[in-house]
């Protein structure tokens, strides 16, 4: 056995955090770490997520010395450094809200992530319809089954060596998603739905579920619980450049400072009537935009 007696230091990246003690995976394994009061007051809350520098010290375990620079950060789920930000929807058995799933890929455009729309209950029918929606934005779309294996391989591709925060309403089958899509990972732990769910019991907690191949999975508790306060900073005027897929047709538009929501001549507007942008993407464009135009009245 190795004399770990001395101390040591390293690298690692934080995957969960209970009660002040924050469990980091260095090279050599998860090592139980904790943070000086000094330490978080200056750098501030250490996430799920976060890579960090930490000095090791026997079997005490170690702490967390500093915080290396985050590429994005989450406020609600807690997480930072996310790479891929994971919808599930079902065309049917729940019928999809399609304004949650576009305000979701407004926060992620705003952290500068990739978004992913995953497709369940493929065998219930109905997904081509929404796909062909999404196909038209900047989103990718994979159509699954967990019944058939439809597309199962292909969301475990997309998901592959990146660390993916999940988020759907509930009902749509991202618990039998999961396991078809890590059978020997569920086999070998227990249900991977089951142990996600244990560490996400309030929106306070984010817990990285590492999976092989390099790919962290961390669930949110919903659409509706996810970082409205992100959502609050979004402002009504930068909206548009969030639609991806508004961006090939502004250029048409008659007005400068065309708003996309009322002018004439509004080349997004043609674009949609004409079925090259989704009309249902143009009409949650116009209740962001209504909602975060109140918002900035009275900041």
Do not use: W
């Not at 026997?58 to 930000?85: C, K, M, Y």
């Not at 292909?154 to 999940?166: H, I, S, T, V, W």
């Amino acid at each position: 056995m190795a004399d770990r007696s001395a101390s040591t230091g390293g690298e690692g990246r934080v995957l969960s955090i209970r009660r002040g003690i924050y469990e980091v995976e260095t090279p050599e394994g998860v090592l139980k770490c904790r943070a000086a009061a000094a330490m978080r007051k200056k750098e501030g809350r250490i996430l799920a997520g976060d890579k960090v520098k930490f000095s090791e010290n026997g079997i005490e375990g170690g702490f967390i010395t500093s915080l290396l620079p985050r590429e994005n950060s989450f406020v609600r789920p807690p997480a930072a450094n996310v790479d891929l930000l994971v919808l599930t929807a079902s065309a049917r058995e729940p019928e999809p809200y399609l304004y949650n799933i576009d305000l979701m890929s407004v926060i992620a455009a705003k952290c500068g992530v990739e978004c992913l729309l995953i497709l369940t209950k493929a065998d219930l029918g109905g997904c081509a319809e929404i796909a062909g929606i999404y196909e038209k934005t900047p989103i990718k779309v994979i159509i699954t089954s967990a019944d058939t294996g439809e597309g199962i391989a292909a969301a475990r591709e997309a998901l592959k060596g990146r660390f993916c925060l999940l988020c759907g309403a509930s009902g749509v089958g991202k618990s039998s998603l999961l396991n078809a899509m890590y059978p020997q990972f569920a086999a070998e732990t227990g249900e991977l739905s089951e142990k996600i769910r244990r560490g996400k019991n309030t929106t306070r907690v984010t817990e990285l579920h590492p999976v092989g191949d390099g790919t962290y999975i961390a669930d949110s508790p919903g659409f509706t619980a996810v970082d409205t306060e992100l959502y609050c900073e979004i402002g009504h005027k930068e909206l548009q450049y969030l639609f991806g897929e508004f961006a090939g047709f502004t250029g048409g538009c008659r007005y400068l400072d065309c708003t996309h929501t009322k002018e004439t001549e509004c080349g997004v507007a043609r674009a949609a009537a004409e079925g090259m942008v989704a009309q249902s993407r143009l009409e949650s464009y116009k209740k962001l935009y209504t909602e975060l135009k109140n918002i900035d009245r009275y900041k």
